[in-house]
């Protein structure tokens, strides 16, 4: 596995590990199902339960909480065992789980004990996962590779929003449920099974098997922060606040857009349809985000891209939106929010190393968890007080122009990195 940690250029890695990134998308976008459709299902539940919207939104809050919790845990053990038997067994049960939520009866309880059994199969199948198999693999080419992956929730936005719409008209909110866990599920299980892998964890077992040591590869010749070291450095904690911050108020914005957009007069199909256009722009987004971030310094990639979230909230702001001001608004969101994980992702990598990565995006990704179970909720009980998503909206632009200049404000790369980069090159 050393060539393949090593592969000597962009094309050359993607030649021998393309069909890794395309298993490591699907799953990425099969993590993010709930996530994108649970906006959709806001209207026949109300109508079903008369719950409020905040009620709700709280399951996205209970999965956050409990991500929070337990993604430090789950990243340790992915530096210490690999991802692949975490990523395929978090896909069997988020598939169970997901169709289990067609069982809800209108209890407070039950909906939240059932995202509770939802939030411990997918932290088991969050952003950690992926990143840290495609980290461990590409190097020279490791910007696209994580654009590619990550556009996996690009794609569900694009694919599972109109897709979940056909599915509740047709069949019910409760069949939608059992039809996204249970046939996307199984569609991600297979292509996991067959082409999912983690580079580092190869490595390990086939050194615990043949009992070498090398002097160089995948096991001794990772640069990085020990946790400690980690803990105090301050570009990671304005990575860190920067990630919650833009998590808060972009999560918040796609469970909601719907409401928002419906709130214009839309129907929900039109609305669906508008919000699908997200979907594309983040695809757009990821990639060329990712052919910028092998080329050009993070900090100048990463600042720009999430300080020009602003202009969709400000664009939503509007009086009488009109449809070529929607389309614009979910262009600029779909192509700037978009890559937030990806940009999170790389900034972890870049100033933290791969020593740790799983510990380290296993906080970040708690910070994720907590961003993301916060502002649906804080943008529901706004939107119950106060009757118009406004001052949530007026947030989302002072924070998304914070965000970036915290990415601006961060220095050169670490030494060590450089130095390992010399040597790389050396060699």
Known sequence: MNNAISAPSVRGEFRQHWLLVLAAATGFGFSA?????????????GREFGWGRALQASGASITAILTFLMSPFFGALIDRWGTRGMALAGIVLASLIISGFSLANGSPVQWMALWGFYAFAGVMIKSTVWTAAISSVFKEGRGLALGLTLSGTAVAAIIFAPLTDWLINSYGWRGAWIGLGLGAGTLTFVLCALFFFDGYAMAKSKQ???????????????????????????????????????????????????????????TRTTAAYYSSIAGFAGIAGKLITGWLLDRYHVRWVGGITLGMTTVAFALLLLPNLTAPIIIAAMVVNGYSAGTKLQVASYLT???????????????????????????????????????????????????????????????????????????????
């Not at 199902?33 to 539940?45: A, D, K, N, R, Y």
């Not at 301050?234 to 409401?259: C, P």
């Not at 909720?377 to 007080?385: K, P």
């Open 33 to 45: 199902i709930v996530s994108v459709t649970t906006g959709l299902f806001m209207e026949p539940l």
């Open 208 to 266: 615990a098997k043949t009992g070498e040591v090398p002097t160089k590869g995948p096991l001794l010749d990772v640069p990085g922060l020990s946790i400690a070291e980690a803990w105090r450095d301050s570009a990671l904690w304005r990575i860190g606040l920067s990630t919650f911050l833009m998590m808060v108020v972009t999560i918040a914005l796609n469970v909601h857009q719907f409401e928002i957009l419906r709130s214009t007069g839309l």
């Open 349 to 427: 990598s870049a100033y933290g190393g791969l020593r740790n990565f799983g510990a380290m995006f296993g906080v970040m990704a708690s910070l994720i968890a907590a961003g993301s179970g916060i502002g649906p909720v804080l943008a529901g009980y706004i939107f119950d007080v106060y009757g118009t998503y406004a001052p949530f909206l007026i947030f989302g632009m002072i924070a998304s122009i914070f965000c970036g200049g915290l990415i601006l404000s961060l220095g050169a790369y670490p030494s060590w990195a450089r130095n390992h980069e010399k040597e790389q090159v050396a060699q």
